[in-house]
């Protein structure tokens, strides 16, 4: 019965505003405002509405609200799907919290739990370290940088980028292993007697992190920076403003959508990464995504890795809007 | 001036930095590719190889991925493109109630993780393939069925790669003059032939632009296509799985042609793109001296 | 092939906003007929409703005696040249010009020897291979132009097409124009604000304002017998005298103006005791007196030696001055700043009209 609410709601509401579109049209009374089949011929406003349905309706509202519901079914063999054991439960959830019950005791699930919340506070931690090594860049790019070093230095930023995330973090990882780079240096500097186990402590985590998202953080930045009219900071310099105080107040209020966008971004891919904690995780590392990868590839469990996900979803939803509240910014400007 | 020194100093070393962090693991598993020992090294340098990139072509699974990341990717040219295209069409066209809703769904698959986009995009189709019977259909003895890692891969990622092309057409069509579309329909064209013969030599550049970003974003995406794939298997879900295995420096040989080909990618554009630039400028002179001339040579009338 | 354009009783709303009050005209069948009128008076409004792109609120548009209600501008038999001009710039000028003809699915041989024609027909012979944004502003004028000839329209609609162009081009392009209208022999509809370019150029002219037509007729009619206090001032230069209907006999009406009694033609008809404006153009001054209703005494507040005439400025009843335009060799002595100057003028050039809104306000 839901299902088919699901199914039929992005239909209604399209309905709904063709429906008002349609009325205000009409009352209006201006011959210059036309219809959508008038604007557009026949042929070209099928396109346009089939193209922009299947894809609004096919591959983004339907899949997130059917995996919603998804979330709340029981693990069942496909001929017991829709039959009398497919009731909405609130299982797959529970056990996010609570575990396997094992007889009568309530324990919590305190890996999953604590995975959670490690991975939304290192990407918090993350976001805020990529923020701070890309926004003296951005800033020099946007305000200092020549012209000519500028087109260099945006080459440069991106050639790396264009190598696979994957091939990123197993290069960080030879670098950063037991017998990599870094150990050898630091051990022929004679800084340390051992070899330090980057990767074990999620140092190497933390880095591949912080490393795989700086385009991400940079781009906005650097569009938002650039858009400063410069004598603004040439009179704040003017009437006495220490640097330190130009920026605090006078760039980074400017340049709040593009931190806005840059922080979502990274929250967003860090939270949601997958590579990185897959290869460059230590034995304990505990990061929430690859649990998500689990529950469908190990335990094999679709309805609960469905819930996982909407969790994930929800934190990330929740997060976007808390970025947007603080620093009063609307849904337009965090795109590109 | 001391302090501006000091700070023309201090942005150096920043740059230097950053960029080291930048480059550096790049340049150290480039080194590796061509260094004999199995395990990647820099340093020592032993002897220079180039073996691991013949272990490469030799790897019948990595070729496999590599051919279905490139199916992959022109199936999602053919569809991000277009609907990306009309999207953009459609949002500056939209009932303005209805604007911010529009712009919401449309934008939210790039914010969403992509293991969500992948993970909701496998349980949809394969209950709707299951509902609607397409799951599995034989043409030719070949499985066309729409329940398949290619074409739900190609699904997953062209739902936030639409977006992707969506925005650049939208900032191509921002300056498009259309008093040219009037112009057009004056002369008599039909709706469709405005679109063809107008429209989209207009966006050409913004065709191209976002057909080269779907592909890398499509041939490059890991967390949706790893759901995605099913039992299938792309160069980076391949790559992926080589490296959960262990490290061998046959897959910094593939880094580096990886590299190789988007320095090759970024110089043409770079040539291509003062072509364009030269081009420009040699009619706007032209267009200067015809104006200087115009008044002299203002001929009768046949 | 040419064909007359009817307005019937055509109101164009913009939901509460009047932009044509019931207008009413027939343009016949080969004729330059332009409309003149400050911006916003609803002229390119009228325009657009011709070629097709808006469709009246009320009344009926007619071209060639068939009603156009709800047919499209792409199936109307008119062209418009844009205001921007609107060329095609990724296409040749060739290209640009045939383009009406490849949509109507003309086979590529046929268009390359129509797109010759039109090149000579427009001087620009051997620039069809150029692209548009290689050519200066006159010529691209000429393409445009050249674009639209080439579907062959029954009506040409012309917006504002000279006035991007500086003064010297505009000048030249008048006469092209002109030239090619006649040679062509087709219906041209001009919209313009430069009155000097719907004088030059037409054959009759419609002056609109604020939505309404307020007078139609050929250049020398406008000019010298307006039926407005509008079309008075702003057509040419024009002094108004306001005041009102003293005494009326034969054709003539005296006003009661700030500068005492002054006789001029009235052809509307006024009676005595309505409110009323007498216009002299400052062509027909004189520096003698006239008699006693067709002089004008006002202290002189500045002359303005122009070569082959002279303008005297003298304070007026309002803020405005009283403007006169004294030929070199006109009789009399041109006073000098500060005295008090007595002009005439020959009642028989001047207009009594119905107060009403005036161009500068």
New interface residues.
Partial sequence: MLKTIIILLPFVLIAVFWAMAARERRLANDPSRKSFFERNGAVISTYLLVAVGFWAIMMIVLPQLYMVDYSFHPKLPPSERGGPKDVYTLANYKFFLFGPQIGNEVTWNTTHIRAFFLTIGASMFVTFVNFCLCYPLAFYLAQVATAQRLRLLMMALIVPFWVNEILRAFALRIMLGTSGLINNALIALGVIGEPIDFLGLDIGLYVGLSYAYLLMMIFPLYNAIESLDKNQIEAARDLGAPWWHIHLFVVMPFAKPGIASGCTMVFMLSAGALAAPLFLGGPNSLWFTPIVYDRFFQAFNWPQGAAYAFILLLACIFFVLAVMKVFKVGLGEITR | MNSRGIMKAM?AV??GI??T??????L??GV?AFNTPT?????PFQTFTTHWFADLLGDRDMMEGLWNSIIIGLGVICLAV??G???A??MT?V?W??R??????????????????G???V???K?FTEATGTKQIEILGMDFGLYSGIFLSI?GQ??FI??YCM?VFLSRLQRF?R??E????????????V?W??LL??LRPAIFSSAILAF?SSF?N??TT??AILANKTL?TV??GR??QG?TPA??A??VI??GI??IG?IAY?VLRRREDRIAAQ??K??RE??R???AA????? | MSADVELDSVTIRFGDFVAVKSATLKISNGEFFSFLGPSGCGKTTILRTVSGFLDPSEGTVRIGGQDMRGIGPNKRPTALIFQNLALFPLMTVADNITYGLRVRGVPHAERVKRADELLSLIALPDQGKKMVNELSGGQKQRVAIARALAVEPQVLLLDEPLSALDLKLRQHMRNELRAIQKRVGITFIYITHDQGEALTMSDRIAVMNAGVIEQVGDGKTIYDQPATAFVASFVGENNPFAGRVFAVDDGFAVVDTGKGRLRGRNRRGLKVGDEAILFVRPESFKLTAGGEDSTVAAPVLNVAFEGNMSHIFLKGPTKKEITLTIGRDAAGHIPAQGETARVGFDPQAATVLPAGKLASD
């Fill in positions: 942005i920043y740059l950053f960029f962090y930048l480059f550096g693991p790049l150290v598993m590796t395990y990647p090294q820099a340093f277009p609907v295209l009309a999207a069409i459609v066209q009932y109630r209805a911010s809703l529009y712009y919401l769904v449309v934008v939210s698959p790039v914010l969403t993780p992509g293991v969500i986009l993970i909701s995009t349980i949809f189709w209950d699904i062209s739902t639409c977006a925005l003059d008093a040219q009037e112009a057009a329909l004056d002369l008599g064209a039909s709706f469709p032939q679109f013969h107008i030599p207009f890398l490059e890991y967390n790893t759901f980076v790559l992926a490296v959960r490290t897959l910094s593939l880094a990886i590299v988007s320095l970024a770079e009619r706007a032209v267009a015809a104006e001339d115009g008044m203002v001929p009768q009338a046949a």
